[in-house]
């Protein structure tokens, strides 16, 4: 028995499967096992070490922190994906004196690093005196890097869509415009959603970079309340707490576009409902037929000619 893209294993390839799985969750389990008795063993799990955290103060501060997060993966995100769109789509162009700058813009973008780009925003502007505020640094910097890997997966996913989905819109009367908003990006943004979620989970842990220009996000909390010498500096304490932020906010976004997918393939599915064009105001077609057999009688006898 065999599938399209493999053969399906037999039983002596089930059972080494089985082993390797086995083996390999050992090998993690180990490695976790290690992490946690070094922790133990350098005293990270010591009281005085987490004592800080029965302060409401400190948990406050890390509120605050992990709003400044989200506030900037908040713009970053709505902003990355509108210069995606708008570079993907000029990638498609027709005409090359649209294309071919936009691919140029695209991969100029996407070779800088982000933490370069927030350095030269928030270091390099005032050089030019333009002062920039670190949050409107971190933001531009994650809109200009994650829009431009997000315009390749658009252009992508466009481009991986069967060529009669685009001649079919065309025969049926649709302009370039129509074509593109009705029929290619829908099915394309459908198809590559688990990407554009994936660049946002990134864009989400990137808002970290935002420390090394003083921005006050989640990261730059972690780091302050990890110095607190009177308190035995819980660095390692303060980073499995926010790293545990961290982690669950990238969770919920994850499922949030799960849900999301899962809806757009069932609507997808389903369609829309299409009337019968037989049926009218409620009429059946056999009282549609004897209507217009009476109406055509009645014509007939009118003009004299013979009834049909």
Known sequence: MS?????????????????IGAVTVLVVLAVLGWVVWRLYATGQFAPEKWNIFTYSAVWVRFGEGLLSTLAAFAVAGVGSLVLGFVLGIGRLSEHAWVR??????IEILRAVPVLILMMLLYY???????????????????????????AEVLRAGIESLPRGQQEAGYAIGLRKTGVMSLILLPQAVRAMM????????????????????????LLYVINQIGNQAPYGSPLIPAAIVGG???????????????RLQRRAKRSAKAGPVEPDPRQHDGETNTSLIVMQRGLGKHDANNSGGPVL
């Open 3 to 19: 599938s399209v893209l493999f053969d399906v294993p037999g039983p002596r390839a089930v059972a080494r499967n089985r082993l």
């Open 100 to 105: 071919e700058p936009v691919r140029w813009i």
């Open 124 to 150: 390099g502007l005032p050089v030019l005196g333009v002062k920039m505020p670190p949050y409107w640094a971190v933001v531009i910097a994650l809109i200009v890097y994650n829009g431009s890997v997000l």
């Open 194 to 217: 688990p990407v554009i979620i994936a660049q946002l989970v990134v864009a989400l842990k990137d808002t970290a970079l935002g420390f090394i220009i003083t921005y006050q996000e």
């Open 244 to 258: 545990s932020m961290y982690v669950a906010v990238c969770l919920l976004l994850s499922y949030i576009a799960y």
